[in-house]
């Protein structure tokens, strides 16, 4: 019997995400087997310092891609979000599944909306992204970092140190903890991040059986939508140092049949002061990511962008 290596992070996310892979994967082919590779990556680690001051790109991912290149492992299941816009040499994402929930939710101790949080409510949040939009909306908000996997986090929330946590969707509802959900933020309000909702399974690029059986998994649509974000993330060079959010849908086709994509982006400044939002269509995704990239850039979003990373690295 064929069998495939798997690396994953070890969370309780992490694991439920791959094994959800593996089980689709044995449906298309019940002959090959699959063995878990737990791997612990540097963001695991270190969890005493805001992702932004963490610094680096691939905080989540950088130890299990070192490990399909040296070939201890076959294939490896990551949120798409952690993924870096640039993969190292050898490598490619042989599947993207279809996408899940992509939007921001918000939980908090009583169960409140975001609009009915007090006034100066405390709310939890290690993303800049996050930060930026929430403050944006409700200025009056403070924000604090909170780092650690699902269930730290809500521990830390229902101890009474933060009246709210946001947190994504995808996640709660692949460990089915839908129901803790006090609201799920619209997208006007809180844009995702790039590839958030997404899996990413990455191989070698050239491990063809590998790469023939994980293309059954692909959804193109998901696909599209999320290469449009991550060219646009490609474009600022950005990560979770800095932040930015990226959301794409497919929006018809054209009069040739081929898929239009909606693409909206966004760069702020961490207190929210400074906005810069920008929505476009196009049919080339790789295109359209670096357009709209391009168009908060005129717009000024470089030097707050220059910003946020002098100040991460002083």
């Given at each position: 019997m064929k069998q495939?290596?798997?690396?994953?992070?070890?969370?309780?996310?992490?694991l439920t995400q791959t094994?959800?892979?593996?089980?689709?994967?044995?449906?298309?082919?019940?002959?090959v087997d699959f063995v878990v590779e737990e791997?612990?990556?540097?963001?695991?680690?270190?969890?005493?310092?805001t992702l932004s001051k963490v610094g680096g790109k691939g905080l989540f991912v950088k130890e299990i891609e070192q490990s399909l290149l040296d070939k201890q492992t076959d294939l490896a299941v990551h949120s798409m979000k952690d993924v870096p816009s640039e993969l190292q040499s050898g490598l490619v994402i042989g599947a993207v599944p279809k996408r899940v929930d992509p939007r921001d939710v918000l939980i908090s101790r009583e169960g409140t909306t975001l609009d009915e949080l007090p006034h100066a409510a405390l709310v939890g949040t290690?993303?800049?992204?996050?930060?930026?939009?929430l403050l944006a909306y409700r200025p009056d908000l403070r924000i604090e970092?909170?780092?650690?996997?699902?269930?730290t986090r809500m521990?830390?929330?229902?101890?009474?140190?933060?009246?709210a946590i946001v947190l994504a969707a995808a996640g709660l509802e692949r460990v089915e903890w839908e129901g803790?959900?006090?609201?799920?933020?619209?997208?006007?309000?809180?844009?995702?991040a790039v590839g958030q909702g997404a899996l990413a399974i990455e191989c070698r690029a050239d491990d063809d059986e590998l790469l023939a059986l994980l293309a059954r998994l692909d959804d193109q649509e998901t696909r599209l939508a999320v290469s449009a974000e991550r060219a646009f993330l490609q474009r600022l060079q950005g990560g979770c140092q800095v932040p930015l959010g990226a959301y794409a849908t497919l929006a018809g086709t054209g009069d040739d049949g081929t898929p239009s994509i909606?693409?909206?982006?966004?760069?702020g400044s961490p207190d929210g002061r400074r906005l810069f939002k920008h929505s476009q269509t196009g049919s080339d995704p790789a295109a359209l990511g670096r357009a709209v990239a391009e168009h908060l850039l005129s717009d000024g979003a470089g030097e707050v962008l220059a910003e946020v990373l002098e100040e991460n690295q002083g």
């Open positions: 495939w290596k798997v690396g994953s992070r070890r969370s309780k996310l992490a094994n959800w892979v593996i089980e689709h994967l044995k449906q298309f082919d019940p002959t791997i612990v990556t540097k963001g695991d680690v270190i969890l005493d310092v290690s993303s800049l992204r996050r930060a930026s939009q970092s909170i780092r650690g996997n699902i269930d521990r830390k929330l229902n101890e009474g140190n933060f009246d803790a959900v006090s609201q799920y933020l619209p997208i006007d309000i809180s844009l995702p909606r693409l909206t982006g966004f760069v």
